[in-house]
């Protein structure tokens, strides 16, 4: 039988491209309302409930409505919301995360969307952790930069609408300077790390893709490792995953640089490992789409393990940005 999706939150920038990677698809049917419709609670409770899953695009306040709008108790919720990242009721639809990480989304009912920076932060520090490489009182610092398309239709508008009252126009603009973000707690809870990190997000002004990176001084670990140590632990860690993979060697030392335009359209995610010529400093990066393995790819990628479906159906495409 074929599945029927609802997207709550449909005509949003994580919705739109989610309908996008769906709507040619034969294995799965989506509920649609109409644009009046789109925001009337008793119009959505339908849709929610008739649904097999519903994929919640939404801001937290509307996912946390969402959810209590549903009694149909075979309705299962993908949320790409920052609402459940944190909450013990719900799983953590990273399915990379941990050898288990998958099974356990496809079983639940309740998956929570990592969110985008933490999507790149916690695949290059929880194996490190793991592996008690990285002590959990480790002092860790994560730098992020994100298109304007990471802040939804608001911050869009405020990059590309000439008449926007509060038009942004700057290159690059570090924000978040309470050091409060809203990523930090599921940063921290899924790191493993004891105390949140340092966590430095900017925007710069293109449209999509991100860069998440996190300086280590391998002197200051109480055991020295390599870089290569590191690598290794990375891509053993993710070895066989169609959709995270680490750079080689001998590709990081061909690279001086790298784009967070790089994987736009896709649901990858490249994980990377620089270190200097003494081998006491060592960079790790990651370059994802905010939209793809950040927010959309990912909630496809949650629903095809939910039901079951081909991993890669609707994910082998590259999308246009
Ligand atoms: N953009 C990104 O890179 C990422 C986003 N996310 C998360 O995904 C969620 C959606 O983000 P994003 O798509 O960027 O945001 P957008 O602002 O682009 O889209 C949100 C959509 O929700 C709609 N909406 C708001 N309130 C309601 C309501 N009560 N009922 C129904 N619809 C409602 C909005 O309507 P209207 O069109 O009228 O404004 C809009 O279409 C957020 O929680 C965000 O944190 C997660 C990872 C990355
Ligand atoms: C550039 C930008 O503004 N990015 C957003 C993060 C992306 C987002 O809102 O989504 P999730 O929190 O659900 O991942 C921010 O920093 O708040």
């Known amino acids: 039988m074929t599945a029927q999706v609802f997207i709550d939150g449909e005509a949003g920038t994580t919705g ?10 034969a294995d799965v049917r989506l509920i649609r309302l109409d644009d009046a419709d789109r925001k009337d609670p008793v119009a959505r409770a339908g849709a929610l409930n008739q649904a097999d899953l519903a994929i919640l695009c939404l801001p937290d306040a509307a996912a946390r409505e969402a959810v209590g709008l549903i009694e149909n108790p075979q309705t299962r919720v993908i949320d790409a919301s920052t609402a459940y990242r944190t909450d013990p009721d719900w799983t ?3 399915p990379e995360m941990d050898a288990e990480q998958a099974a356990k989304v496809t079983a639940s009912k309740r998956v929570s969307n990592p969110g985008c920076y933490p999507t790149g932060a ?4 929880r194996p490190l952790i793991k592996a008690g490489l990285l002590p959990t009182d480790f002092p860790v610092t994560i730098n992020g930069v ?9 911050l869009i508008r405020r990059y590309e609408d000439p008449a926007a009252p509060d038009r942004l126009s700057n290159a690059y603009r570090a924000y978040a300077l309470k050091l409060a973000h809203k990523h930090l707690p599921e940063m921290r809870l899924h ?12 925007v710069g002004n293109y449209r999509q893709g991100m860069l998440v990176q996190v300086p280590l001084q391998l002197w200051a670990l ?26 080689s060697a001998a590709e990081t030392a061909a690279r001086d640089d790298l784009d967070p335009e790089g994987l736009n359209g896709t649901n990858a995610m490249r994980l990377y490992v620089f270190g200097n010529a003494s081998g006491d400093q060592v960079l790790l990066a990651a370059v994802l789409d905010n939209l793809g393995k950040g927010a959309s790819g990912a909630a496809v990628q949650n629903m095809n393990l939910m039901l079951g479906l081909d991993p890669q159906a609707g994910l082998a495409e590259r999308l246009a940005a």
Do not use: M, N
């Open 16 to 25: 739109l491209q989610i309908r996008a990677r769906l709507e040619a698809r």
């Open 92 to 94: 953590y639809g990273f």
């Open 122 to 125: 916690l695949a290059l520090i």
């Open 146 to 154: 994100s298109g304007y398309s990471g802040g939804g239709k608001g």
């Open 191 to 202: 790191s493993g790390l004891d105390q949140a990190p340092f966590f430095l997000p900017a």
């Open 222 to 247: 109480p055991e020295r490792h390599k870089p290569d140590d590191i690598r290794d632990l990375l891509a053993a860690h993710f070895a066989g995953q169609d959709f995270v993979s680490v750079a």
